[in-house]
């Protein structure tokens, strides 16, 4: 795919991310944030999450890059849902392959649907599955795979009365088409997850955002640790999480450590 047609590819999905798709209606914010920690919840959100990775590589370098991630669920019958999730990464990074120089663009687009059923197991269980895809929407090189790609996504979690949420999100993508010049991909993806809601829609969150390459036979493992609260900026509804990471085990050299700041716009049904 041309540079000029990824640009452009890219920059529609994150204008379509970005608009209220629906008028909403007041929930209060301890019902809002028990849906945040719900991947499948019948809540449409707007996530813009930053991220900063820091010493990475031999020369110490750096990568930063906003994820926007809009959240559409959709009923499809009088018991299921689907949940459309996309991510669009907008990114910078300076000298993470050697002294490589810096690049700024759009990255590859991860879109993923999930069918859930509207209510939980009789155990109390909240599960979805799917397909997930890979689009080579990268506007440089060295910032996406080139690489179209599919696999199965799937996950499960619980929610209980003390506000705990806890469970797990998994995804593998094989690619399937691109540059012939280009790696092969076959990645698997595993998110477990614990969260502890407070009162005044307050949440304590933990993840391991660990992936396997399987062609490289090499780990990516770093654990996120997050605070947020939603609260209302004038009639807007949203969510503001603060957090930080530390990288177990990483393919090559680093990172160490990163931030993540996410802001989250909320659109609760009537």
């Not at 391991?208 to 939603?230: I, R, T």
């Not at 993540?260 to 049904?269: N, Q, V």
Request: hydrophobic letters at 40%; glycine letters at 10%; proline letters at 7%.
């Amino acid at each position: 795919m041309p540079i000029r047609y990824r640009w452009r590819y890219g920059f529609a999905v994150a204008a379509w991310a970005a608009c209220p798709v629906i008028a909403h209606a007041q929930q209060s914010a301890d019902e809002l944030a028990k849906q945040l920690s719900n991947p499948v919840a019948s809540l449409i959100s707007v996530p813009l999450q930053y991220n900063a990775d820091f010493n990475i590589g031999a020369e110490n370098g750096t990568k930063q890059y906003l994820n926007i991630q809009p959240v559409i669920p959709k009923p499809i019958s009088d018991d299921w849902n689907m949940i459309a999730r996309v991510i669009v990464p907008v990114l910078y990074q300076d000298d993470i392959f050697g002294e490589s120089g810096s690049q700024f663009g759009f990255g590859d687009i991860t879109p993923t649907l999930f069918f859930s059923p509207k209510k939980p197991t009789s155990s109390g269980w909240i599960w979805g599955a799917g397909p997930v895809f890979l689009l080579p929407a990268a506007s440089d090189d060295l910032l996406g795979a080139d690489k179209w790609g599919i696999g199965p996504s799937a996950l499960a979690l619980k929610q209980t009365s003390a506000g705990w949420t806890y469970g797990a999100l998994v995804n593998h993508i094989w690619s399937v088409a691109g540059d012939d010049d280009r790696a092969d991909i076959s990645s698997t993806f595993l998110q477990p997850f614990l969260a502890k809601q407070f009162p005044g829609g307050r949440t304590l969150s933990f993840n391991l955002e660990s992936s396997y390459d399987w062609k490289g036979e090499k780990w990516n493992v770093p654990l996120n640790v997050g605070y947020a609260k939603v609260t209302r900026w004038g009639g807007q509804m949203l969510s503001l999480q603060g957090g930080v990471r530390y990288f177990f085990e990483t393919p090559g050299d680093g990172p160490d450590w990163g931030v993540r700041f996410t802001i989250t716009l909320l659109y609760p049904e009537h």
